[in-house]
């Protein structure tokens, strides 16, 4: 290569990453957001919400954001996000994991794989825990018909 062609070649390279890496970045939300959750990870999430418990997913389902602040984590770990800004302080993606790992009783292993689905699969996760949720759903008690406790009387 010339020292003539090595300025055409950076002009190329930048071309490239003012072109396409704002595409890619495009790209890479309209994946997220129609994404699928394969069997294993879907099983992972179901033994997540297990150790979570219904009233954490569903209020967790009420999340709309993708920070550490508003994502599906931190509205099952507590109800009021706002709360939490002493306790994350400006490293939230270092202390995200072990921040919401105590309240919600697992590892932060566990609270990271939750966070990536909820990033990268929404719909699909959404999904997945309302379907969990209808599973677990407790019957409402039955009412005693009122001839049956006036016969037992």
Not at 33 to 44: C, S
Not at 77 to 87: H, R, T, V
């Amino acid at each position: 290569m010339s020292l003539v062609a090595w300025p055409e070649a950076a002009a190329y390279v930048l071309i490239m990453w003012f072109v396409m890496r704002p595409l890619g970045v495009h790209w890479g939300r309209v994946a997220r957001t129609r994404g699928v959750l394969d069997v294993a990870h879907g099983a992972r999430l179901t033994r997540a919400f297990e150790s979570f418990g219904p009233e954490r997913v569903a209020r967790g389902l009420t999340a709309r954001g993708h920070s550490w602040r508003d994502c599906f984590v931190a509205r099952a770990a507590f109800d009021e996000p706002a709360a939490l800004d002493g306790a994350l302080g400006n490293r939230r993606w270092i202390r995200g994991p072990r921040v919401f790992s105590a309240p919600l009783g697992t590892t932060p292993t566990v609270i990271q794989d939750v966070a990536n689905a909820w990033d990268r699969h929404e719909a699909a996760f959404r999904a997945l825990a309302r379907a969990w949720l209808a599973r677990r759903a407790v019957p409402a008690p039955r009412a005693v018909p009122l001839a049956t406790v006036e016969q037992r009387s």
